[in-house]
């Protein structure tokens, strides 16, 4: 292997997705490297519903499965095979192995790549394309998929325990992630998850205004940015902010019921003064956070989040913000810059003390979110992965 490989990358994210995860910021890093990078769009870990956004998912990856793969940067080509999301049947997993096998030949052929590396975020990745041809395969785990809603969970137990087993190196993005993976792979290694941190941090600058949606809400105004979905944010508790505090305007910013179909924000709506406004445009969420007076991740504390940490911690952080959060597992560490609350008085309260001024300093916020960027995490990444194939050479 080389330092300049190209590479396979195995998202569970569309790359088209409007809110960016680990999957599509890796992707770029690798490419802005010199890596030539084939981005495949997430492959169905779950079954899909007869809902019209399963649906419209369902049209839109044939229009662009039959397109083959595009080339959307510099060093960077995205496919969206075409798969059936019914792996519980057998013979569906093999039609499926031989389509990505064809798919994916043809594929590398169009981008004139010879991949050496496969960086994978599916745990199904071992069941469906054969893994003995790259030379490296890295299973990078960032989260408990098993714990959300409608999935599997006997299936992808087995599937992820084999898909790390098999992997030269798995990296994991809490500490619980480490616990378990580790005791299946040895070579496993911690990253937390970060942020774009020059994205996030022009909220802080004169050129960039308040949203112009978000400055006709008064204030003071407490926001959350994310996935609305109800197992993982805690709807009471914002309900419950909400009731308490009239005076507050609660501004809810992110697609309802992502993974959660059912998802059910009634209570919330009984409320005048919290505005549901929707998800947003990534490139206008700056200007969102540069009129909150205090950011807020009220994380429901179940399997899943106790396996989660939350992308959004070092977004606001990077913003400036003051931030408010349950006392998630993973965030225990940074309780020197945010206020970390065990119980829903807790986080009224600490949500009152910010907006008193009573937070950590901007410069330690700042100093906190500059450490911890995608391009950093990237480079550690790389290095663990290159100097295990000198290692094995």
Not at 109 to 115: C, H, I, L, Q
Not at 385 to 392: A, T, V
């Amino acid at each position: 292997m080389s330092s300049k490989d190209d590479i396979v990358l195995i998202s569970t994210a569309d790359w088209d997705n409007p809110f960016w995860t680990n999957k599509q910021h890796v992707a770029v890093e690798l490419a802005r490297r010199g890596h030539k990078v084939l981005y495949v769009d997430s492959l169905a870990i779950r079954q899909p519903s007869a809902s019209g956004a399963d649906l419209k998912r369902i049209l839109r990856r044939v229009r662009r499965g039959l397109a083959g793969p595009r080339k959307v940067r510099e060093n960077l080509w995205v496919w969206s095979p075409l798969i059936l999301p019914l792996h519980r049947y057998p013979w569906v997993v093999r039609l499926n192995r031989l389509l990505l096998r064809v798919g994916l030949s043809r594929c590398l052929a169009s981008a004139d790549m010879k991949p050496e590396l496969c960086w994978t975020y599916n745990p199904r990745t071992h069941d469906l394309i054969k893994l003995d041809k790259f030379a490296r395969v890295v299973f990078h785990c960032v989260d408990e998929i098993k714990a959300q809603p409608d999935m599997p969970v006997a299936e992808l137990e087995r599937a992820e325990r084999e898909m790390v087993k098999r992997s030269d190196l798995c990296f994991v993005t809490s500490q619980h992630l480490l616990d378990t993976r580790r005791a299946w792979n040895e070579n496993t290694h911690y990253f937390s998850n970060v942020a774009d941190f020059s994205h996030f941090q022009t909220a802080m600058e004169d050129s960039v205004g308040v949203h112009d949606e978000l400055a006709r809400i008064p204030g003071p105004r407490i926001g959350f940015i994310g996935a609305l979905s109800a197992y993982k944010v805690d709807f009471e508790l914002i309900a419950e902010m909400a009731r308490r505090n009239p005076e507050w305007s609660i501004v809810l910013i992110g697609k309802v019921g992502e993974g959660e179909r059912n998802t059910d924000v009634s209570r919330l709506q009984q409320h005048a003064n919290i505005h549901l406004l929707g998800p947003r445009a990534y490139g206008d969420l700056p200007a969102y956070l540069k009129g909150l007076d205090v950011a807020i991740l009220p994380c429901q504390i179940n399997d899943y989040t106790r396996a989660m940490f939350p992308m959004k911690f070092f977004e606001y952080l990077a913003a400036g913000k003051p931030v408010v959060s349950t006392n998630l597992h993973a965030l225990q560490n940074y309780g020197h810059v945010a206020q970390l609350a065990e119980t829903h008085d807790a986080f009224i309260e600490a949500v009152a003390a910010a907006l008193r001024g009573e937070s950590a300093t901007l410069d330690a916020r700042l100093e906190v979110a500059r450490e911890q960027t995608y391009e950093m995490r990237t480079q550690k990444m790389l290095d663990l992965i290159y100097r295990g194939s000198q290692e094995h050479a």
